[in-house]
């Protein structure tokens, strides 16, 4: 199989995007890419993977020859429909309203759509996401959507049967897909546009009350008009892609799967009431937290980026976008130790540490170069598993903690050179999040005779602080089972450290705690003999 520019999936997809713009004869000088920036809440893991995708395939397109561009798009017109868990109560007298138009609630940003924006450009620019910012206040403030939106409400009843085609909703059938600004009460979602006038371009509307965040919110009953091009009002989400699509010349746009619908229609609307051929697109799935619900704002379980990147580092964060498109993805902060070591691996697989061969090996080095985006460093950094950084992060005293870690990494003989700032930064954060996250250890599972050796182990590390002693009791459990020692000294590191191997094992457990490495032992003998019928007899 012929492998398509550095073999990962963000070269097939460029590599479709470049093949369909061929295909309708369109010109390829500059092929724009889209991303969609939510500012009516909190922005999640979910929310920044959009982008950082996007910028995926412009780095794509980019390898390949052409010129690309982001655009980050904010979603600043929209209405607040609810008030995001751990936000104050006075923001409920504003739902309904345009996130640009409403204080900030944390008071450093003009309003609260820019505040929720920053925090997503922010991340962007920390990670080296290069970008064009838009918002979509200000694209309707300067009429720039407003061609294609003559366009859309000139055409309101093909689009209504477009829209009912597809979803089965017929509102949009005897009303317009537009929402203006009520002049009275300042909400946006509570209008219905009921007409529009061509000849003086002129929308016009009644404020009658919506259900918003499943809520009834009563309308003020005005009844006015706005001129479309005033930036008083905006297309609906049913068809204000297809408006940005055509007006921003986007080629490509990814899409989650909650949207298919959405995006079904908009591409109709581009294809034939705009004229514009719709952008190719990708379907990812959504992130969802360890319950299996959706990262939502309002119900206040999101993972930020922010706090993602307190504890892990950007490439970490990066590879979590990148490794695969497709597939359900379950994320937590308790999953960053698996993402740090797994770049790690990365790494040496990139500087020919860990062998790998053919197509594997070419997918392996461009999933790295993509998470370096096509920029990877010139060698690769000091690897310390993730866990073993944090076991002794926890056991490090407040002051000092860095050099107590390093001391004990030159102890082990892990390092043998001067500390990269590199690693200096993750036993930073590693230390933190053995403070403030821990959550589930390795999930790795003892044989029964490896359950049994770890619990005769346990005991012996609860009666004696002999070093001697403690490594000796390693090997004699091992060996009264029938292990090799090297076999139960690996189960011993990925119970405890999430890794193959480790420092010599008594003085792990004399440097992080005898009482806890003890019990994480017979946690694991517990998840052993639970998954088989236990021991039959204690172990001697």
């Known amino acids: ?86 936000l104050p109560d006075w923001l409920q007298r504003h739902i309904g309203e345009p996130v640009s138009r409403i204080p900030d609630p944390f008071g450093c940003h003009g309003s609260y759509g820019e505040h929720m924006s920053s925090l997503l450009i922010e991340v962007l620019e920390e990670l ?48 317009l897909p537009f929402f203006v600004v009520c002049e009275r009460c300042g909400r946006i979602y509570t209008t219905v546009a009921t007409g529009y006038d061509p000849r003086t371009d002129t929308v016009t509307y009644e404020c009658v009350g919506a259900q918003i965040g499943g809520r009834w919110v009563p309308g003020c ?24 699509w055509a007006a921003l010349d986007v080629r490509f746009e990814a899409y989650g799967k909650d949207l298919e619908d959405s995006i079904k229609v908009n591409d109709r609307v581009s294809d034939e009431i705009l004229g514009f051929p719709h952008p190719y697109h ?96 010139s060698s690769p950094d000091i690897h310390v598993p993730y866990r073993l950084l944090a076991e002794l992060g926890r056991a490090a005293p407040e002051e000092g903690a860095v050099e107590f870690v390093l001391e004990r990494l030159r102890r082990y003989g892990i390092l043998r050179s001067e ?13 933190r999040w053995a403070l403030e996250v821990e959550g589930r250890p390795p999930s790795y599972v003892p044989s029964r005779e490896e359950a049994e050796a770890m619990l005769e182990l346990a005991s012996v590390l609860r009666s004696s602080e002999d070093p001697r002693v403690i490594q000796n009791a390693a090997f004699e459990s091992a060996r009264k089972r029938g292990l090799e020692p090297s076999a139960f000294f690996r189960a011993l590191y990925r119970v405890l450290i999430g890794s193959d191997s480790g420092p010599r094992f008594s003085s792990y457990a004399l440097d992080v705690g005898r009482e806890r490495v003890a019990s994480a032992l017979e946690a694991a003998a517990r998840r052993a003999f639970g998954e088989s019928q236990g021991p039959s007899a204690p172990p001697s």
């Open 1 to 86: 199989m012929e492998v398509i520019g550095r073999g990962t999936w963000l070269d097939k997809v460029a590599h479709r995007v470049i093949e369909r713009e061929r295909s309708l004869g369109r010109s390829t000088s500059l092929i724009r890419v889209e991303s969609g920036l939510g500012a009516s809440g909190i922005p999640h893991i979910g929310s920044l993977s959009d982008a950082v995708r996007a910028y995926g395939v412009k780095l794509a397109l980019e390898d390949a020859g052409f010129r690309s561009e982001l655009i980050a798009f904010s979603d600043d017109m929209d209405g607040l429909r609810k008030v995001p868990a751990g």
């Open 128 to 175: 080296g996401v290069e970008h064009v910012h838009m918002s979509g206040s200000k694209m309707y403030k300067s009429g720039a959507l407003a061609p294609q939106a003559r366009a859309i409400l000139s055409h309101a009843r093909e689009v209504g049967t477009i829209i009912k085609e597809i979803t089965g909703q017929d509102k949009f059938v005897e009303r």
């Open 419 to 431: 500390p990269t700032p590199g690693l200096i930064e993750r036993i930073e954060k590693a230390r």
């Open 282 to 377: 990708a379907r990812y799935e959504l992130f969802l937290d360890r319950g299996g619900r959706k990262l939502s704002k309002s119900a206040g379980n999101v993972v930020t980026p922010q706090s993602w990147l307190r504890y892990g580092t950007k490439q970490s964060l990066i590879l979590l976008m990148y490794k695969r498109i497709v597939g359900t993805r379950y994320v937590s902060l308790e999953d960053v130790p698996k993402y740090v070591d797994e770049y790690d691996e990365l790494e040496d697989v990139y500087f020919g540490r860990k062998a790998v061969e053919g197509q594997k090996l070419v997918k392996l080095k461009g999933l790295y170069e993509y998470v370096n985006f096509l920029r990877p460093p």
């Open 221 to 244: 009953g005005h009844k006015g008009e706005v001129k479309l091009s005033s930036g008083e009002g905006k297309l609906s989400w049913k068809v204000e892609l297809a408006a940005r």
